[in-house]
């Protein structure tokens, strides 16, 4: 394994699992920003940033991040816009550094691997707070202390996990990738996440409309999976996905249609650049609280909404366009496989459940509230990275049949 692959999964997995929380001897911040850094010199200086910036998500990550430093300016309260612009710089810096790195099926492979390994690792030793009471942090990155935000994570590996089902070719191996993908589906039902409920289902949807060839019979193991759910679930997870009808009961349903409103009358009350990055909370609270709502700060518990109040119109736009783009590219990848499948060294397959990736992402991030997690970033590079193998595969093989060509010409 290279060194430059070996430093990516090392600040993912520090992202992710947390190390610098549950290791205190990795809590040098500057040590992991060296490493960043020296990464991003290292790929810029060996290859430029022409082929990153040919993607447009690319540009418009740098426009978002624009606003963001915007609000030092503007925002209502201006050092909140501080840490969301860190934030939003890193994972950049990681967008472009997997960008480059991932350039072949063997190491896109690895880094499912050990990405799925990792949530895994972090279901265990979170285990015992699954369907029990909803209280409490979870121990992992830090942003994923909120079960909420714990499931959403788990939602969008899912999918990689079934991609390692679907290439493991022993019986051993694909026995080993089954029980994670059981492991993580267990975690996401064991954190009673609605929003991360909806986002499996959607994501389950999306790939049986449009990539399942056999839909009767992935209807029939679908239909097996959730019979067998209702027999190992507790009743207090239907309990909980019972409100989604009867939101007008429930207090969490009733805060965020709340938070909703007042994310949309910032809006129009600053149609231009919103209230500036990490001030919703102050603004609601001092300008927006309903009278109804018992608290004076509140949250937006929906990444869209957040980002319109924050960033306004003009944010939003940027923000679903950069997930759009991710999701057309990864199908326009799948045609490309489809089209040459003896001239690149990718299966359609991993395209497809990466589509299933980031749909699961974009469906519960209508429910929470990262804006600034790692997620969409690196989405956005597993997308670029996989368009950029199979283009590159198809222009070896041009450039290798017009070779031969002019050879027997001459």
Same mark, same amino acid.
């Given at each position: 394994?290279?060194?430059?692959?070996?430093?990516?999964?090392?600040?993912?997995?520090?992202?992710?699992?947390?190390?610098?929380?549950? !290791?205190?001897?990795?809590?040098? *911040?500057?040590?992991? #920003?060296?490493?960043?850094?020296?990464?991003?010199?290292?790929?810029?200086?060996?290859?430029?940033?022409?082929?990153?910036?040919?993607?447009? /998500?690319?540009? %418009?990550?740098?426009?978002?991040?624009?606003?963001?430093?915007?609000?030092?300016?503007?925002?209502?309260?201006?050092?909140?816009?501080?840490?969301? $612009?860190?934030?939003?710089?890193? !994972?950049?810096?990681?967008? *472009?550094?997997?960008?480059?790195?991932?350039?072949?099926?063997?190491?896109?492979?690895?880094?499912?691997?050990? !990405?799925?390994?990792?949530?895994?690792? %972090?279901?265990?030793?979170?285990?015992?707070?699954?369907?029990?009471?909803?209280?409490?942090?979870?121990?992992?990155?830090?942003?994923?202390?909120?079960?909420?935000?714990?499931?959403?994570?788990?939602?969008?590996? !899912?999918?990689?996990?079934?991609? #390692?089902?679907?290439?493991?070719?022993?019986?051993?191996?694909?026995?080993?990738?089954?029980?994670?993908?059981?492991? %993580?589906?267990?975690?996401?039902?064991?954190?009673?996440?609605?929003?991360? =409920? $909806?986002?499996?289902?959607?994501?389950?949807?999306?790939?049986?409309?449009?990539?399942?060839?056999?839909?009767?019979?992935?209807?029939?193991?679908?239909?097996?999976?959730?019979?067998?759910?209702?027999?190992? #679930?507790?009743?207090?997870?239907?309990?909980?996905?019972?409100?989604?009808?009867?939101? /007008? /009961?429930?207090?969490?349903?009733?805060?965020?249609?709340?938070?909703?409103?007042?994310?949309?009358?910032?809006?129009?009350?600053?149609?231009? $650049?919103?209230?500036?990055?990490?001030?919703?909370?102050?603004?609601?609270?001092?300008?927006?609280?309903?009278?109804?709502?018992?608290?004076?700060?509140?949250?937006?518990?929906?990444?869209?909404?957040?980002?319109?109040?924050?960033?306004?119109?003009?944010?939003?736009?940027?923000?679903?366009?950069?997930?759009? $783009?991710?999701? =057309?590219?990864?199908?326009?990848?799948?045609?490309?496989?489809?089209?040459?499948?003896?001239?690149?060294?990718?299966?359609?397959?991993?395209?497809?459940?990466?589509?299933?990736?980031?749909?699961?992402?974009?469906?519960?991030?209508?429910?929470?509230?990262?804006?600034?997690?790692?997620?969409?970033?690196?989405?956005?590079?597993?997308?670029?990275?996989?368009?950029?193998?199979?283009?590159?595969?198809?222009?070896?093989?041009?450039?290798?049949?017009?070779?031969?060509?002019?050879?027997? =010409?001459?």
């Amino acid at each position: 394994m290279s060194f430059p692959l070996l430093a990516f999964l090392f600040i993912v997995i520090h992202e992710y699992i947390g190390l610098a929380y549950q !290791f205190p001897i990795l809590r040098v *911040i500057p040590f992991v #920003l060296l490493i960043i850094f020296t990464m991003l010199i290292y790929v810029v200086k060996s290859n430029g940033l022409k082929d990153v910036f040919s993607h447009r /998500q690319s540009i %418009l990550f740098v426009c978002f991040i624009m606003l963001t430093a915007l609000a030092l300016s503007h925002g209502y309260v201006r050092s909140y816009a501080v840490e969301p $612009l860190k934030q939003e710089i890193g !994972f950049f810096f990681l967008t *472009i550094v997997g960008f480059y790195v991932l350039d072949s099926k063997d190491k896109i492979d690895k880094f499912v691997f050990v !990405f799925v390994c990792c949530h895994v690792y %972090l279901s265990f030793i979170n285990f015992g707070k699954f369907h029990g009471p909803r209280t409490g942090g979870y121990t992992g990155g830090v942003f994923l202390g909120d079960g909420n935000d714990f499931a959403w994570s788990l939602c969008l590996t !899912f999918p990689m996990a079934l991609y #390692l089902v679907s290439i493991q070719k022993s019986f051993l191996r694909k026995s080993i990738a089954i029980a994670m993908s059981c492991i %993580l589906l267990y975690g996401i039902t064991g954190t009673q996440s609605r929003g991360a =409920t $909806l986002a499996l289902v959607a994501s389950g949807m999306f790939y049986w409309l449009f990539f399942s060839k056999a839909k009767s019979k992935s209807l029939l193991l679908i239909g097996i999976t959730v019979f067998s759910l209702t027999l190992i #679930l507790p009743q207090a997870y239907f309990g909980r996905l019972e409100t989604l009808e009867n939101y /007008q /009961q429930d207090d969490s349903a009733r805060n965020r249609i709340i938070a909703w409103k007042a994310a949309t009358k910032m809006a129009v009350d600053h149609p231009i $650049l919103g209230v500036g990055a990490g001030s919703y909370n102050s603004v609601y609270g001092r300008f927006y609280r309903d009278e109804n709502s018992p608290a004076r700060w509140i949250s937006t518990h929906s990444v869209y909404f957040n980002i319109l109040a924050e960033y306004s119109f003009i944010g939003l736009l940027l923000y679903l366009s950069i997930i759009y $783009l991710g999701l =057309t590219e990864s199908l326009r990848t799948r045609r490309l496989i489809l089209e040459n499948p003896d001239r690149v060294s990718l299966s359609h397959r991993w395209p497809e459940f990466l589509s299933m990736s980031i749909i699961a992402f974009a469906v519960a991030a209508m429910f929470l509230t990262g804006v600034d997690y790692p997620h969409i970033y690196l989405l956005t590079a597993l997308a670029m990275a996989t368009n950029r193998i199979v283009v590159r595969d198809l222009e070896k093989h041009a450039n290798t049949a017009s070779e031969q060509a002019s050879t027997g =010409t001459t």
